[in-house]
């Protein structure tokens, strides 16, 4: 554990315990889940068949023939020999009963636009002109891979629909991330189609997305990959807005190209259940984004059965989820774990603010919304400007999530009170983007709520923490200590996309009981977050323990955002630290050394952000930049960023004395607090 987070530790051991709120009874009477056995059918013994009952919420069109595959550890395989298609799940199956029924709906950022409600039958139509479009227009077939880097419209998941009916492995970039993001991720998956959009709304302004398609075919280009086609949606159909040119030969404008295509069906490709949906990419505490790999079978099942057990989704429901479909959450709770419940879900092109705070209430009255799903970020930001706004509007909320990042027992009293009218029960969804669906979070009827705490592990699921010596800590001590899972989930990634000694070296070497072992209960996961337990057997999630900032809820890469800094010439030396803030949790600081010779100035300081911005997106962008003579460092060399730290967050100081040059952080100090 590192010296930030046992230092954390010692102060959130402090933490007072929080009371218990209980679901509404009104809640309780309508539950999916209301059983309490299944926390006993779930138990450790019954492993792995409990999740049978998971993989029989899909429709296969064969069975598997083996449910855990465990033969090569840690690359479990699910509903192995199964053969689904999940466009199938998700649409063709709800057509029989439930074609008329809104699968989405699309709200546009602009408050005067219309809101649009896509039906099964509709988003049936619209899947299969498109994966007629793309097997037939472009050549693409079951395996290749497609990079998706659009913004919050329906066009997104109907082309990631599209893919996965033609077994397509569709590799979503979120929309707000650089070109330079985009080029390398799709440098990473090989994927030489890119799929875009002209442009968008948001936070009130025209944001031109296709600008950004052209500069990161040029950046792949230049790492020595070629993209050879990118299409083109438009964001306002037969109207091309963006202010680039279309390339002759490679840019297709998909809205034109479908009239071709108009009524065309294409068969679902039968896919085996371990084969791959997608690859999403995340940061970890090496330099180099990867690319969780899901698989169909397992990653579908998981999120089915979490939409309906913890998200309590039920066919009559309206379900929100204001994630971006850019990030995990959306993949999974937008698009695949609703849409495979044939329930309607919601997508918002927009920021929640805009043009005011009281816009997810009416959003929320307008369509009937009555769960909500959303972070903590946006709570805060809600909470601050528009503390009142929620009584002002007509709706209700059965049931209200909170997932990213751990939220503040303040802010969760706010959101159950004010937002939720204490009428919805909170879910606190702990989890990760290489999981798939959720890890921890109380099953709302059956367990009370606790503010700040995620919750015991969702059935099926059984978290434990580990000290550094990989003993247990057992619950109610008080100690913090590493987050792990004793067993394999059908929700759990294949792999790291091409790098498997990373997905063993990142999540089960260093908790690994015995690397030879074939039996799974040798090869715990590793979270990479630092946790308690208490007594009762709920969790609290303390943060990472690795060099990753978690903002917003969603994690960058430490070093990441350091190499953007020291693209800049001038900037020698360059450490990223996480500053607490009041709206995003925790948002980056950049402490910068210049090259001799250069003077300190405004200019070098926002050539640094720009830079920052360029690499990874404005989601990177630092609070400060500080220019410092040097860096707090060991006798070893290693930067001392936790020093830092606690510079910027005004918190003890702590031991200096392993420092080399201790004379540094007192004018540093000066610097930055006075
Ligand atoms: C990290 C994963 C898949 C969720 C969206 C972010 C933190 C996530 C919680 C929560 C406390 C949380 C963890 C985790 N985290 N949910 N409910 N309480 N912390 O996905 O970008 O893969 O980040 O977010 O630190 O490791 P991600």
């Not at 990373?502 to 260093?510: F, I, K, L």
């Not at 009981?513 to 709920?538: C, E, H, I, Q, V």
Request: hydrophobic residues 40%; proline residues 6%; aromatic residues 10%.
């Amino acid at each position: 554990m590192n010296d930030e987070l046992s230092e954390q530790l010692k102060i959130e051991t402090h933490w007072q315990e929080e009371e218990y709120y209980q679901p509404p009874a009104s809640f309780v009477a309508q539950a999916n889940l209301l059983d309490g056995s299944i926390y006993e059918r779930f138990c450790l013994e019954n492993f792995p068949e409990y999740y049978k009952e998971f993989g029989q919420m899909l429709d296969w069109e064969k069975p598997w023939d083996v449910l855990f595959d465990s033969s090569n550890p840690p690359f479990w395989r699910w509903f192995v020999g199964g053969r689904l298609n999940a466009a199938y799940n998700c649409i063709d199956r709800h057509l029989a009963e439930n074609k008329n029924k809104t699968a989405l709906y699309f709200v546009p950022e602009p408050e005067d636009e219309r809101i649009e409600a896509v039906t099964y039958q509709d988003l049936f139509v619209r899947v299969n002109e498109v994966a007629a479009l793309l097997r037939d227009h472009f050549g693409l077939k079951k395996g290749d891979r497609v990079t998706i880097h659009m913004p919050m419209v329906i066009d997104l998941p109907v082309t990631m629909l599209a893919c996965a009916r033609l077994g397509v492995i569709h590799s979503m970039v979120y929309g707000g991330f650089s070109a330079q993001a985009c080029a390398d991720r799709m440098v990473d998956a090989d994927s030489s189609v890119l799929v875009t959009m002209d442009g968008y709304w948001r936070d009130g302004k025209w944001l031109d997305q296709k600008e950004k398609a052209d500069q990161a075919v040029e950046a792949a280009d230049k790492e020595g990959h070629r993209v050879n086609k990118v299409l083109v949606w438009q964001r306002y159909p037969a109207q091309y807005k963006s202010a680039s040119q279309i390339v002759e030969g490679r840019d297709v404008i998909v809205n034109d190209l479908l009239r071709q295509y108009r009524g065309s069906q294409v068969a679902p490709e039968s896919m085996l259940g371990e084969d791959t949906l997608f690859l999403m990419y995340t940061s970890g505490s090496t330099g180099k984004p990867k690319a969780a790999q899901h698989s169909i079978g397992g990653y579908l099942s998981y999120v089915t059965a979490m939409s309906k057990y913890i998200l309590d989704i039920q066919p009559k429901d309206v379900y929100w989820c204001m994630a971006d479909i850019g990030w995990i959450t959306g993949h999974s709770f937008i698009v695949y774990g609703p849409l495979s419940l044939g329930a309607s879900s919601v997508v918002y092109e927009g920021s929640p603010t805009c043009p005011d705070a009281g816009r997810p209430w009416r959003i929320s009255e307008r369509l009937g919304v009555n769960i909500l799903h959303t972070s903590p970020t946006a709570i805060r930001s809600l909470r601050k400007l528009g503390p009142d706004e929620p009584a002002k509007y007509n709706y209700n909320y059965k049931l209200m999530v909170t997932v990213g990042e751990p939220i503040e027992p303040e802010v969760w009293r706010w959101y159950y009170n004010t937002v939720g009218n204490g009428q919805a029960a909170v879910v606190d969804t702990y989890w990760q983007t290489e999981n798939g669906g959720f890890l921890c979070s109380t099953v709302p009827a059956l367990k009370p709520m606790k503010p700040g705490s995620t919750g015991p592990g969702v059935p099926g699921i059984h978290p434990v923490i580990y000290d550094d010596e990989g003993k247990e800590v057992p619950a109610g001590s008080g100690r913090g200590g590493n987050l792990c899972i004793k067993n394999p989930w059908p929700g759990i990634m294949l792999g790291i996309w091409g790098d498997p000694d990373r997905y063993v070296n990142t999540y089960y070497a260093r908790v690994c009981k015995n690397p030879n072992s074939k039996d799974w209960r040798d090869w715990p996961y590793f979270t990479g977050d630092g946790a308690m337990l208490a007594k009762d057997g709920y969790f609290r999630v303390l943060g990472r323990i690795d060099d990753v900032i978690n903002v917003a809820g969603h994690r960058l890469g430490t070093k990441e955002i350091e190499s953007a800094a020291l693209k800049v010439m001038q900037v020698a030396e360059a450490a990223v630290i996480a500053a607490h803030d009041d709206i995003k949790g925790v948002i980056p600081e950049v402490y910068v050394v210049l090259q001799p010779g250069v003077t300190p100035s405004k200019e070098v300081k926002t050539v640094v952000v720009d830079a920052i911005v360029k690499e990874i997106g404005p989601i990177a962008r630092p609070r400060e930049v500080w220019i410092v003579p040097d860096l707090p460092k060991t006798r070893s060399g290693k930067i001392m960023r936790r020093v830092l730290a606690s510079i910027s967050n005004r918190s003890d100081l702590g031991d200096l004395t392993s420092l080399a040059n201790s004379e540094v952080v007192e004018n540093i100090r000066k610097m930055v607090q006075d």
